[in-house]
């Protein structure tokens, strides 16, 4: 049986107990449940800030921690499975459940229910917390600060549309393995927008081209396309704001940009020689 090791708890020396019979190890665990409590958090293939960041996980995400050594943690991500190495400090006990998550690109945590208290931090949209009550405007979280209540919507409440959601964040810098306001990803951007509006998906373009929606038969003319359906090249995934125009994070310009689906697709077959692979439609997004 083959394994994808991004999602995959397994490695020579330590699996996943649910694996036992099925990999190879030294030794099995059922792993810890521990909650994501910096602001985000970097997920490194490796033990090492210099590896590569291949996602991020942000605040008050759920992880099951298999091992801690030497200040990083391997851990499996809850809401996507993605596997990797967080550093230890950015992580803590599970602590109430949250309530609420940011519905905002981004929002500021105060040590008082005042705008002009200095902030202690800042959360990025879909970061998860437990309020425990209301003063006023703010909301007091339960392990401490304030934030701006009108910017955090209860956690089972979600975007009517998933494409405007995906538009709040055009100009933010692109980021590797980015999955915040400060700097993201086409997949980060693409699975961002989908988690606000309720709708689960994986973390990477290749997986989200095999798992989300369904196929459609792209014309020559790259006609008969509409808001909401998502793009993919090799590598690459991009939502269309309509018909005709396409909402992505990119390399090109180094910031989520909007351009003509056709203007997109001659330059990527112009420098990479990749056509779109495929074009996938959810359920309808908002008009």
């Given at each position: 049986m083959t394994f994808d090791?991004?999602?995959?708890?397994?490695?020579?020396?330590?699996?996943?107990?649910?694996l036992r019979g099925q990999v190879e190890a030294e030794r099995f665990t059922t792993g810890t449940a521990k909650r994501v409590l910096s602001s985000f958090a970097p997920v490194h293939r490796h033990p090492s800030r210099e590896a590569p960041l291949d996602t991020q996980a942000i605040r008050g995400e759920p992880v099951v921690v298999y091992d801690?050594?030497?200040?990083?943690?391997?851990?499996?991500l809850q809401t996507d499975g993605y596997m990797g190495y967080v550093p230890s400090m950015a992580l803590g006990d599970p602590g109430p459940a949250p309530t609420h998550r940011v519905r905002t690109t981004r929002s500021f945590?105060?040590?008082?229910?005042?705008?002009?208290?200095?902030?202690?931090?800042?959360?990025?949209?879909?970061?998860?917390?437990?309020?425990?009550?209301?003063?006023?405007?703010?909301?007091?979280l339960a392990d401490g600060g304030f934030i701006f209540a009108a910017h955090l919507a209860e956690r089972e409440a979600v975007e009517t549309d998933y494409v405007s959601v995906a538009e709040r964040f055009l100009?933010?810098?692109?980021?590797?393995?980015?999955?915040t306001s400060l700097g993201i990803d086409c997949s980060g951007l693409a699975q961002t927008a989908l988690a606000a509006a309720g709708i689960g998906a994986p973390r990477?373009?290749?997986?989200?081209?095999?798992q989300l929606g369904e196929p459609l038969d792209l014309r020559s003319d790259l006609g008969g396309l509409r808001r909401g359906d998502l793009?993919?090249?090799k590598g690459h995934v991009g939502l269309m704001m309509d018909e005709t125009h396409l909402l992505h994070a990119t390399g090109y310009t180094m910031t989520v940009m909007i351009e003509p689906l056709s203007v997109a697709d001659e330059r990527i077959r112009r420098t990479d020689s990749k056509p779109i692979t495929s074009v996938r439609r959810l359920a309808p997004s908002g008009s």
């Open positions: 090791r991004r999602i995959t708890p397994s490695r020579p020396d330590l699996a996943d107990e649910r801690e050594h030497e200040g990083w943690a391997w851990v499996q945590i105060y040590p008082g229910p005042n705008i002009k208290l200095p902030h202690v931090d800042h959360l990025t949209m879909n970061s998860l917390v437990a309020v425990a009550r209301v003063d006023g405007h703010f909301a007091e100009h933010v810098p692109y980021l590797w393995g980015g999955k990477d373009s290749d997986m989200q081209e095999q793009v993919f090249w």
